[in-house]
């Protein structure tokens, strides 16, 4: 079955554009509800969303989908997509679901669906899904005497903020360190400051004044120079930032350096080697993931195993390899001991339980190794183009990758989330690497246009 409507990370678009209407929403909440309903107990699904404008609209619309084949809806609010996935198996659920486009901007929204594992759905339930939507919803109307009840549930907040905590060792605390969080005006806004201030730390809190156009608005994990010159003004010793989500975290150090989701892995990695808590004998990044982070790994006799790009096919991998930590470039951090999907609050307080535990600043600890040069290039394409598909520019690619002379790798992908051709080329010979990707981006502009 082929998917459609799904990309790698959801339903993803425009906000009143198609797919992302209302009508695909309850569709899809009917569709899905249809699906994860096994059994003769009464049925539920949660429900989380970040702060955009359309929100309301678009979990109005699940509702009214999930209700009507008779399931009953716990409304969370605002809430992290990692906090979701932890109340979808706490509260018993069959299904979850989380309303954000992560870290786009306020005009576009998404959907993603987590099974009762807290997992999100393979790409065979997505198509599943897509396939129920255009065929049989009115055979699965329940009754008017078993149409499902919405709910709000007033603590999701708290619970997952005490969730959070327990992933911080006991016996460290926070006190005397301050530290900058962004949270992007999305949906950590409230619980990230919070875990934060609980767990000892003086707290400088940026973007966390939502007003549903303004999510991820110079701000947050995708514009980290926000974090960054608040932690110099501030005179802070580490800056967190957080997405629309809070699925993904960058952070920078005390003199405003960028820690990328590559170096947190580093990180980690050489901590929880160190005490005996990393499986797998190394960890998961995708094909984005710097040479660099490869070649220190090995350094320290660990691997790196390279998955597609989207963390859900991270955790596959992980899953194959018996992992316990994997992620992305972007700031996708899985910590499979803690959670089955990616939660920047939890990754930061591994990165924070090092400066605490070993008495180091976040200079001295978070810049594992020097990464290698790498460029990358978005080429925004219309919906009834295919670049990809152009003879001369795939002619193009294999001609710029046989340049490099096994010396770099030039990665060209369509993006899972937007209409965009990302073009990264990576290696030791700068100049080279902006000349190929130059030329790359240019034919795929002019097949573009």
Known sequence: MTRNLFGTDGIRGRANDFPMTPEIAMKAGMAAGRIFTRGEHRHRVVIGKDTRLSGYMIESALVSGFTSVGMDVFQFGPLPTPAVSMLTRSLRADLGVMISASHNHYQDNGIKFFGPDGHKLSDEREAEIEALMQNGLADGLAPADQIGRAKRIDDAQARYIEFAKRTFPKHLTLEGLRIVVDCANGAAYRVAPSVLWELGAEIVAIGVNPSGT???????????????????????????????????????????????????????????????????????????????????????NLSLGRASVGDRYVIEKMQEGAFNVGGEQSGHIILSDFAPTGDGIVAALQVLAVLAGEKLRASEAAHLFEPAPQILENVRFAKDRSPLSDEKVLSRIKASEARFNGNGRLLVRKSGTEPLIRVMGEGDDEALLREVVNEVVALIREAAA
């Open 214 to 300: 303004n999510i991820n608005q110079d701000c947050g994990s995708t514009s980290p120079n926000a974090m960054c010159r608040k932690v110099i003004e501030t005179r802070a010793d580490i800056g967190i930032a957080l997405d629309g989500d809070a699925d993904r975290v960058v952070m920078c150090d005390e003199n405003g350096r960028i820690i990328d989701g590559d170096q947190v892995l580093a990180l980690i990695a050489r901590s929880w080697s160190e005490r005996g808590d990393l499986k797998g004998g190394g960890i998961v990044g995708t094909v984005m993931s710097n040479i660099g982070l490869e070649r220190y790994l090995r350094s320290i």
